[in-house]
């Protein structure tokens, strides 16, 4: 008996095309496994950058904030010491702190009926600048010797946009006599902070934890609103861990709050 198998039959023919195509379906489904690990390890690179470079902002924030505290808190002991109605002693002691080398705009004293009185840009007021609707005020004048932290403002003395530092005054007899109050400039701010990113395509914002903005660095537009979304924000708890998101023009999202204050 003499069997053949002809090139020309429609078995092998059918046969070679099924394996054919087996191959290629292989070959596609391993490009495409490696392709898609290639690109979550990728992506998983970029959030622990991402996730890094949050927590250098917050540091870098928190120091600011921290410096600017303390310098409050040395203020208000000499202050104390020499007395809250030398207003001139005042003035050149808050002029001695306003060094070009820190972010901190301004240094203001408040006196007892919360009207800014002296500063250190001006040096003694001819007439007062009324604060008592800063949210820090009532704060500082029931919490003395804390530090309180104010939503951000535009200045009525510098004109600039800045972040509020206030620290209520009792003195020896436990009688309130004032509140310094330290400007910081968030336009420096930001810039130390772009400083201390070690990604430079990296963009980032600074809003309160009640959604206001602090701060961004991206040229886009609505950049606050479209990567702080409120609605999302509220359903996700910022204290355990950062929120990650793709953003539908492939740019990852890290939002993270920070360790210390009421900022996202």
């Not at 910022?238 to 939002?255: A, I």
Request: net charge negative; proline share 3%.
């Amino acid at each position: 008996m003499n069997i053949g198998y002809s090139r020309g039959n429609p078995s092998f023919t059918r046969d070679f095309f099924i394996l054919v195509t087996a191959v290629v379906f292989l070959l596609v489904l391993l490009c495409s496994w490696i392709i898609f690990e290639t690109y979550n390890d990728h992506k998983d690179r970029i959030l622990k950058q991402l996730e890094t470079e949050a927590t250098r902002i917050d540091r870098t924030l928190i120091l600011e904030i921290e410096q600017s505290s303390y310098l409050l808190e040395s203020l208000g002991r000499q202050i104390l010491h020499f007395g809250a109605d030398d207003k001139e002693a005042i003035a050149r002691l808050l002029r001695s702190f306003d060094t070009k080398d820190t972010v901190n705009f301004l240094f203001g004293w408040i006196d007892q009926d919360q009207a800014l009185v002296v500063s250190s840009t001006r040096g003694v007021m001819s007439k007062g600048i009324d604060v008592s609707d800063r949210d820090y005020m009532k704060k500082s004048i029931s919490e003395p010797w804390q530090i309180q932290l104010g939503r951000p403002v535009e200045g009525r003395v510098s004109g600039r946009w800045v972040l509020p530092l206030a620290l209520g005054i009792n003195d020896y007899t436990g009688k309130y006599i004032g509140t310094i109050l330290v400007s910081i400039d968030i336009e420096g701010l930001t810039a130390k902070i772009s400083t201390s990113a070690s990604i430079p395509s990296l963009s980032f914002g600074i809003i309160t934890d009640n959604y206001q903005t602090v701060t961004e660095t991206s040229a886009q537009p609505n950049f606050i609103s479209r990567y702080f979304p409120v609605d999302r924000l509220r359903t996700i708890d910022l204290q355990q861990s950062g929120s990650v998101s793709d953003d539908k023009d492939e740019l990852l999202t890290y939002n993270q709050k920070s360790s210390k204050y009421p900022f996202i």
